[in-house]
């Protein structure tokens, strides 16, 4: 028996011919919850390095990385023929189409720039964007299933399984809410005790870190239970595209937490 997928307009509200999808509110709030977030973070480091003014500045820069990156992530990990063949759809945003992968490169890149133009310590930024990121996917995750889009696999061993209209007639996990609860709720969570009642906050690009492998590890296990993107299928008829993107995250992820570690013991043996 499976649930009913509770079909939700994806246009949130329109006015005459301009539209407002869920997808695009999601975004925003995104962005405006991690600001909001990153500045409680700032808050927090006792005047250093990203201030309050320096996370409202870097705002602009981070949208930016993240859209183009996320835009060409897409672009190039997921349907490169497609878009090479036509490269005008590529601006094309709204026919839908991002990459997370290619977001965080986008937002890497903006965060790296921004704080060698600034003076700013770039693990120190990185370790609030990575914070904040959670956010972004939780918002995410959840517009992908009031769109009806990366859908699971096919199930008929949970009970909570669902009749996606783009899926078939087979029940199917409903994957996009693993993911809001791993990658977003859970991840969140788990970096904000860290922020808030550890003295890991102080030791740069352990959080960044964390992150990294708390994503990595969640995208890789729901991966099992997604359904491969259907111009792509499996590689070696085993792993999908998103778990071999986040192999690099993980193995970077523990080596920068190792790194950020031995370094903060070998200043303070100093």
């Known amino acids: ?28 709030a995104a962005f405006l919850l991690g600001w909001r977030y990153c500045l409680f973070i700032a808050g927090l480091s006792g005047g250093k390095r990203p201030n309050k003014t320096d996370i ?18 897409y672009v190039f990990f997921y349907q490169p023929e497609m878009y090479l063949a036509n490269p005008l759809e590529i601006p094309k945003i709204w026919q839908g ?22 003076g700013i310590p770039v693990l120190r930024l990185a370790d609030m964007f990575a914070c904040a990121t959670p956010i972004g996917l939780f918002f995410g995750r959840v517009a992908n299933f009031i ?6 696999r096919i199930a008929h ?12 007639p087979l ?8 993911e809001a609860m791993l990658e977003g709720l859970i991840l969140f969570a788990f970096l904000f005790v ?14 960044s870190g964390v992150f990294l492998v708390g994503y990595s590890l969640s995208r890789m296990f729901v991966e099992q239970f997604r359904e491969p993107d259907s111009q792509l299928g499996f590689f070696f008829d ?33």
């Open 157 to 168: 061993d949970v009970p909570w399984a669902m009749v996606f209209p783009r899926g078939g």
């Open 56 to 73: 409202d500045d870097f705002l602009p820069w981070a949208i930016i990385g993240v859209i183009i990156g996320g835009r060409l992530g």
């Open 1 to 28: 028996m499976a649930l009913a997928f509770p079909e939700i307009d994806p246009v949130a509200f329109s006015a005459g011919p301009v539209e407002i999808r869920w997808y695009a509110l999601a975004y925003l």
């Open 147 to 152: 769109n009806g889009e990366l859908f699971g």
């Open 238 to 270: 085993l792993f999908t595209m998103g778990q071999i993107l986040s192999a690099p995250m993980l193995i970077g992820g523990a080596a920068l937490i190792g790194w950020a570690a031995l370094r903060k013991d070998r200043a303070g043996a100093a």
């Open 171 to 178: 029940p199917r996990h409903p994957s996009q809410i693993y």
């Open 97 to 118: 189409g991002m990459s997370f992968h290619g977001g965080l490169i986008g937002a890497i890149a903006s965060i790296g720039i921004y704080s060698g133009l600034n």
């Open 194 to 207: 860290l922020v808030r009642f550890s003295a890991l906050r102080e030791r740069p690009g352990v959080l």
